[in-house]
């Protein structure tokens, strides 16, 4: 996947993907070999509230000269609703990021015991349904997707979307909130640490569009840097609102697969929606 822009025809990238390290399904290792297979010469690893994936992704980066933007995919709030946002070219030694992820694991710990009281509460799962989806993110962050294995595995249901839609999605019994750090929070610690902040997948939250204009207002108010527009499951009508309003705003703007599972081709590595601009933030991690 090429983007257009005032350099010219740019490398084949990929700024939002996920590992072990979360709920993907390569390590980091494996990652970046696929990423080699798929041309891409920059990536960066974003997984979900965690950096423990970088230095093994920075090692094989290295080793197969592809270059490697440390990132991550911060859980936030946003008037009590879930956003997520990236932080490409963070350093992942910055002191802050120590206590920020303690309280992140902490809330995602208490999170999944939650969940899996309410599950076995309703009476269709075992009781070691926790212990089964701990299992399933091994030495991960644990969420969402690993109850949903958990229960695949454990034949409550035929499949991760099937989880989703009876047991986990929103609204549903496993659907547990948490206290995640407010908005602004997320962008500070991202700025602090050298990296630029980036809404992720803005079509994801069910917000109309004059809803999701809010948002970016108030989100650019805050100090955030661009949003993610090249993504999959984005129509084209979507990406020209999308980079209009990031035009209107002065944002920049960001691609990636959010690649979890080789296994779900619609978000293969490299792959999503072309963008042609100038506001692209590959520019800002090119030649660095």
Known sequence: MTVSGKEGVLPGFDLHMHSTASDGALSPSELVAMAVEASLEYIALTDHDTLAGLAPARRAADAAGVTLIPGVELTCLWQRRVLHLLGLGIDPGYPGWRDYMARLTELRTARAETIAHKLVARGVVPDTILEQARAQAGAGQIGRPHFARALQAAGVVSSENEAFDRYLGQGKVGDVQAQWPDVPAAIDIIRKSGGLSVLAHPTKYHLTFSRLRLLLAELA????????????????????????????????????????????????????????????????????
Do not use: Y
Request: glycine content about 8%.
């Open 221 to 288: 108010r805050f100090g955030i840097d661009a949003i993610e527009i090249g993504c999959p499951n984005v129509s084209q009508e979507q990406v020209g609102l999308l980079l209009r309003l990031a035009e209107s705003l002065n944002l920049k703007i960001s691609s990636g697969s959010d690649f979890h599972r080789p296994e779900m081709v619609w978000t293969r590595l490299g792959r999503f929606p072309r963008v042609e601009s100038d506001r692209h933030l590959i520019h800002d991690f090119i030649g660095r």
